[in-house]
Every structure is written in C-alpha cells, then in structure tokens.
C-alpha cells in the first residue's frame, strides 16, 4: 500500500509499502529495546529508546520549538501544568476507516494506515488550535524481522511499540493480530494504534521527556508509579481521539464495550505493575471518550488510587 506525503519502501520479501517520514529510512539504526504489546510490557525504564505502547524521549524530539510556551503560567511543571491541558475539547473529527478483515495482512494495512491518517488529521489540528507545534509521527508497519534505533523486532510478545529516537510508530501487522488472540473486531486495533498515538503526544507536549527525567534516580516503587501515570494517560489520550472520532468511525456501545474489554485485558494483572488496574485502565480510557478533552488526561494530579 502506497502512503501519501511520506517516502515509499518497497519490500520484496513482503509484496508491500512501508510508509516512512522523511527523518527515517528502513534501513534503520540498531538500539536495544522493543515493547511488548501483550499485556503492554513496558521496559523503557531499563532501555533508552522505547516506550511502548512507550517510549523514552530525548531533547531532540518534538519537531522544533512551540508556538505558545508548553508549560502554562500556572505553573513550571509541564506534567501538571502543561499548555495541553488549557487548550479546551477536541473538536469533532470526521474521517472514515475501511472494512478491516484482521486475517488479511494488506486490509491491515490499509486499516491501520486510515486510523493513522485520522490520529494525525486530529492531534495536529488540536495543537495547531492551541498554539503549539506538532509533527506527526514515522509509520513503520513490518513483516518480517528488522531493527528500529530502539531495538530489534519482533521479539517474543512484541507486537507494538512507539520509538522516540525517531518518533516511529512501529506496528507488526501480522504480529498484532496473534498478539490480539486472533481478536477480529477493528476497534481494538483503533484503540492500539491510538494509544501509542498518545504516547507521540506526550513527546510533542513535552511529557514524556519530563517524565523520564523524573524517573532518574527513582526507587522501584516510584519509577512504578510514574510509568502507571504516564501509560494511564496515554490510554487517556487515546480515548481522546476515540471521542471525537467515533461518531465517523462508528463506534457505537457495543464498540465502547470491546474496547474497554480489551483495555481491562492488557492492564495489571500479575507481580508487574506498570499499566494500572482494571479498573484504572478502564476509568481512564472511559475519562477521554466521554470528557474529549486532554484536560482530564492529567493523571499526573490524581490521587494514588486511581493511578494504582
């Protein structure tokens, strides 16, 4: 499948496109990490690079200097006091999907190509409204084995994850469906790909990169904790977009409902405890699609408890 605006690679192994930004190749670096999408295993406290469904930022990303100053005179915290949360709901998003058969590596493409197009069609737009500056991310969707500068995929239980060194979204497309238990419904893949949508949002915004620094240093229950705020929020943020698009996307309740099962899948349930509760997961994601405004993605002010 051909991307619009964006360079082309051709794979032979794999009869497709792979659509890339103009600040990545597919020959891409080496690094060390790759996300586990599977019960959306974060490692970006032990490896630079990655964050998955996070990702780990560095002072060169977020695409040049903000219009509007990205921490608000409220306060000098851009976690609690960032211009992102001042800048009101997001509007309407109007964009359609095509019929996805999740078995079909080129309808997933196609699909995942479309969301991405409408996460991209939406966030700039939101920032642009608000004054900041915003650069969509690199698509990297693969079939076969490969390095990004965040690591080698797949790995065992990758399936997904977002890399900062060159702000890429990297997708397998047939690995997420194996990943997914087979799971045929298109809003879950909606979902997936606009959470780490969310974590790009965070870079842009500056949160990711405060977030780390924050987490230098920290012992292992409050690195932790930090990584819980920041994956909530970006569960958030995806439920952001799934507000103001889902009236086009057609997401109805039953919709609604695969989407929060799926959530409540992929949060804690074992020792790890880096995504959040099922219930936490599930209240956070409900917090974007019914309030649409990153205003109440700010887990960083929430009390213990709903971070837990």
Partial sequence: MRGRGSPEFWSERTGFFQRL???V???????LAAVGFTGFLSISALVPGADAAWSQPDPSEGGGAAERPLVDSAGGDPLTHNTLY????MGKVSCT???????DPESMEVFVHAIADCLDLAWSGYFAEAGMAFSSPNRVYWYADGHSPCGPFPREGTAAFYCR????????????VAASAGNGHPEVYTFLLSHEYGHHVQGQARILAEFHSARV????????ELTRRSELQADCLAGVFLGAS???LGLGGAERANILDDVARRSDHGAE???GRERNARLWTEHGMDRRDPASCNTWNADEDLVG
């Fill in 21 to 23: 930004g103009p600040a």
């Fill in 25 to 31: 190749s597919f020959t891409l670096g080496t690094g």
């Fill in 86 to 89: 001042r800048s009101g709901e």
């Fill in 97 to 103: 999907a095509p019929g996805l058969d999740a078995h």
């Fill in 165 to 176: 060194a060159n702000q890429g979204l990297y997708l397998g497309v047939r690995d997420i």
């Fill in 217 to 224: 240093g920290a012992d292992g229950e409050t690195a932790d």
């Fill in 246 to 248: 889902g009236e086009s």
């Fill in 273 to 275: 405890r880096t995504h």
